[in-house]
């Protein structure tokens, strides 16, 4: 896109005119005092105000070129208000009276905590702008950088800290960005929260002066709180209404913060966890944040996670457009648990190959003295009573049955029944003469150290090189505790928090690198460590261990608020469910799994021949929708919610030509019937034909044909009788 020809410029007033059909993305006014993104129907300003100050204007629908936006000093309100406080900064120093969530914090070496950063230049350089803030006495300085999407209007925010003094300054608080919303007092916060097995549960609090905190202390994402925000008016809902949205893309403690202060100016600040934070800058040192993400919806939460989900697709999942389908893969989990053996597996490939499984996948127990969670983490060498030939037999045989192979590793961590904690009981996160406490009997790995970096993706890089492996699931299954790193100085010892993650990041990157076709699917008993960092070098996520259909329903709601339905991974699994003992049939439990990218976990030794032949007519189903739902948009049309009987979700292919809608009863509560439910996102002028997904008679009362406005407008109504009963519909263009 390019930029917009300045026309006219006041003291800070813009005025610009489209060069072309695009809107400029990045522009400054010539005096600098005024900096302006827009992008994809949204405009983002701030300004700087005659005492220096960068102040957030604007961020919104977008607005006219001309918009007569200008920073202005505010008026003293009392004494106890001094201009620190009361002056909307768009990143803020620790200092001068601030009482809001600090940018940064830092205290010089002489003990002074006063930081007042104000403007100093900026530049535009192609889409990026980057503002430069400095404290109004000491040489240390902020970079603030910004980008924005010109097609959903999903900005992009980082800061950097430099210490330009002889002195080393310690910083103890770090935000990516702080966002400020439009003065008001309605609105509310919708956060993502939960635990092991309940992930992604919807919550809601009206945004007030008390302060609301997202966080994970855990040293990773974490399943309690997703670093993701959606913050709506009082009337805001799934259709309708203002939605500022945006999440950070990191994968360690994160504190997201959500307030108003005594003025209603509400403000969202995302970065590092200060809770146990503190990096030491050295003369001349730069510390970098993380990206914080964040947009803006007109119409409702539903448009702010479409454009959320497509701006991932685009931006951040590797591969970006081009990025493979994901495909139909088979996991020996819930199947063998640990007790993987060459034949076991072997026999479970052939009948998966059968069924339509295009990627096999041994999951846990391969390796080391693994008959269990209490031994072999860290000993990553084939074990050979399982597999006295290696994986290469195994490997051939899946191959040859036409699907390629995935494998479970667990690299952060070592069970201290290991060969490797033996040899190195110094490379685990700990603090000397103090206890190391075990979760699920292993203890966390230091990536941070730079020989446990290079020990991983040596053995990595080894596995990968050394098997025909295209796939790896990498598992991540407790938190940190006691997370000391003793060998470095203590004033750099909770750098930890931070180099831990970069080195995951640079071990999953350079694994990529070298072996450019692998694909990798993250994992943390379940959905614990997803986020826009993790989804930026993997690509997908196992989204919950829970893998009852019923519960997934509600966990994929959740999920899909905040990321794309490509990277979920959905399996379907045994019944009763391992999770809560819930018997469902097959055809609900494909219902379910099909509105993410399909698995299969069951034991399929148990299967009957009938099971086989449902089975496969449900994968060849799958795959003749899978773009759509893995590409399209998703309609979440009715919810599931405890008091409701049915839930529907829709998603509609980019170019609207097909639709698939999943209608799912889970209690008929006496009714043999449910409402009509109207699609969305079709083509009204189009005519579309409908039919079943698992290639049924349409129910009575569907007409096979009608126009995309009708099937919006009278929408289907179809009868559905019993409990755990879905069914699916395919709309198809057909002119
Ligand atoms: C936790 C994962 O979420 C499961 O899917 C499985 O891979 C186990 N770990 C294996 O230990």
């Known amino acids: 896109m390019r930029m917009g020809r300045l026309l006219a410029v006041g003291t800070a007033i813009l005025c610009f005119a489209p060069s072309g059909a695009a809107l400029a993305k990045v522009s400054a006014s010539a005096d600098g005092k005024l900096l302006r993104l827009d992008g994809g129907g949204v405009t983002y300003a701030m300004g700087v105000d005659d005492k220096g100050y960068l102040q957030p204007l604007y961020w919104g629908a977008a607005l006219d070129a001309g918009a007569p936006l200008a920073a202005k000093v505010p008026g003293e309100l009392s004494g106890f208000d001094p201009a620190g406080s009361i002056t909307a900064q768009e990143y803020a120093g620790q200092g001068e009276g601030l009482v809001s969530e600090p940018g940064v914090k830092a205290m010089f070496a002489d003990g002074n905590r006063d930081l007042v950063l104000k403007y100093r230049g900026h530049k535009v350089s192609g889409e990026t702008l980057t503002v430069e803030l400095a404290d109004i006495r000491r040489p240390l300085s902020v970079t603030l950088r910004y980008t924005m999407d010109p097609t959903t209007g999903v900005i992009a925010r980082s800061a950097s800290v430099r210490n330009g003094d002889a002195q080393p300054v310690r910083i103890d608080q770090m935000a990516a960005a702080t966002f400020t919303l439009p003065t008001g007092d309605d609105y509310r916060l919708h956060y993502l929260t939960g635990r092991h097995g309940a992930e992604w549960s919807q919550a809601s609090v009206a945004v007030t002066p008390a302060l609301t905190v997202l966080e994970s202390r855990r040293g990773s994402t974490g399943h309690g709180n997703q670093p993701w925000f959606a913050v709506g008016r009082s009337g805001t809902s799934e259709t309708d209404g203002p939605v500022w949205y945006g999440a950070l893309a990191w994968s360690g403690s994160f504190q997201l913060s959500v307030g108003a202060d005594n003025l209603s100016r509400v403000r969202i600040s995302g970065g590092y966890n200060p809770y146990d934070f503190s990096w030491t800058l050295k003369p001349g040192e730069t510390l970098d944040t993380p990206v914080f993400y964040a947009g803006y919806s007109a119409q409702g939460m539903g448009d702010a996670s479409r454009r959320f989900h497509a701006f991932q697709r685009a931006s951040i999942i590797p591969g970006g457009a081009k990025a493979k389908i994901r495909p139909v893969l088979y996991n020996s989990w819930e199947a063998t648990t640990f007790n993987v053996t060459e034949a076991g597996q072997m026999a479970l490939a052939e009948k998966a190959a059968k069924i339509g499984v295009e990627r096999f996948v041994v999951d846990d127990g391969w390796f080391g003295a693994r008959d269990d969670d209490k031994a072999g983490l860290g000993d990553w060498s084939v074990n050979p009573k399982k597999f006295p030939n290696g994986l290469k037999p195994l490997i051939d045989k899946v191959k040859s049955l036409g699907m390629d192979f995935g494998l479970w590793v667990e690299p952060e961590m070592v069970n201290a029944n290991s060969d490797l904690y033996r040899a190195h009981p110094d490379w685990v996160l700990h603090f000397p003469d103090r206890p190391r406490t075990e979760g699920r009997n292993q203890l966390v790995l230091n990536l941070a150290r730079a020989d446990v970096r290079d020990h991983i993706l040596g053995w990595l890089d080894r596995l990968v090189r050394d098997n025909d492996i295209a796939f790896l699931k990498w598992d991540y299954n407790r938190n940190w505790t006691e997370g000391g790193w003793p060998g470095v100085p203590p004033q750099d010892q909770q750098r930890v928090q931070v180099e831990y993650v970069r080195n995951l990041y640079h071990i999953l990157t350079e694994l990529r690198r070298r072996h450019p076709g692998l694909e990798i699917e993250g994992c943390s008993g379940g959905g614990g460590r997803i986020d826009l960092g993790i989804m930026g070098v993997t690509d997908q996520s196992w989204t919950s261990d829970n893998t009852d259909p019923f519960d997934r329903l509600t966990i994929q709601d959740g999920f899909t608020q905040a990321y794309a339905p490509s990277i979920m991974m959905a399996w379907v699994t045994d019944s009763p469910n391992w999770a809560n003992g819930r018997e469902t049939s097959l055809d609900y439990r494909f219902l379910s799994a099909m509105q993410g990218s399909l698995g299969i976990g069951s034991n399929l030794d148990h299967w009957q021949q009938g099971d086989f032949d449902t089975v496969r007519t449900w ?40 639709a698939v809608l999943f209608q799912m009863l889970h209690s008929s509560m006496f009714r043999d019937n449910v409402g009509a439910v109207a699609l969305d996102g079709l083509d009204p002028a189009r005519t579309y034909k409908v039919r079943m997904l698992d290639g049924a008679a349409l129910p009575d009362g569907v007409p096979g044909l009608a126009s995309g406005a009708y099937w919006m407008r009278a929408g289907v109504r179809v009868k559905m009788k019993g409990d755990y009963k879905g069914l699916g519909l395919v709309f198809e263009a057909v002119k």
């Open 619 to 658: 994968i060849a189903a799958y795959k003749e929708i899978r773009a759509t739902v893995q590409r399209g948009d998703l309609y979440r049309i009715a919810p599931p919610r405890p008091d409701s009987a049915t839930s529907a979700t829709l998603y509609v292919a980019p170019d609207k030509r097909q």
